[in-house]
């Protein structure tokens, strides 16, 4: 049974990284457009528990998709940055509504999580 659960949790970790490095793989065939915008607001969600987060919308201001407006994907518990702001926002050429706010260690840590969690699952399987 125990072999099971790990071989399932492969599987299931295998598919994430295959998420990462699709989505990767889009923006280094495409390039990265890296812009300044400016913060409208912040669209405010609350949780079962009461508790507020906050994502920034901004107007991307330069570039060929100067005007498009759109959320950020990543949620705060505070309205950071402020209202009227102007930032950089960055996000694969053509596609300004996966515009946010880089974010420059999250991707190698995912990565490395994700196989390190893939290292320890094959070594439980298949070293009893």
Excluded at 9 to 14: A, E, N
Excluded at 76 to 95: A, E, K, L, W
Excluded at 111 to 121: C, G, N, P, R, T
Aim: cysteine-free.
């Amino acid at each position: 049974m125990r072999s099971a659960y790990l071989a399932f949790l492969l599987v299931f970790i295998l598919m994430l990284l295959a998420t990462l490095v699709r989505q990767d793989l889009q923006e280094l065939r495409r390039g990265r457009r890296r812009v300044r915008a400016t913060v409208l607001g912040h669209l405010t969600e609350r949780s079962p528990k009461n508790i507020e987060t906050f994502a920034a919308m901004f107007r991307i201001d330069e570039g060929p998709d100067a005007g498009y407006e759109t959320t950020d994907p990543v949620f705060r518990t505070s309205r950071i940055p402020p209202n009227g702001t102007q930032i950089v926002v960055v996000y694969p050429v053509g596609d300004p509504s996966r515009a946010h706010l880089p974010h420059p260690w999250i991707r190698p840590f995912s990565y490395a999580s994700l196989l390190l969690f893939f290292a320890v699952a094959s070594f439980l399987l298949f070293h009893h």
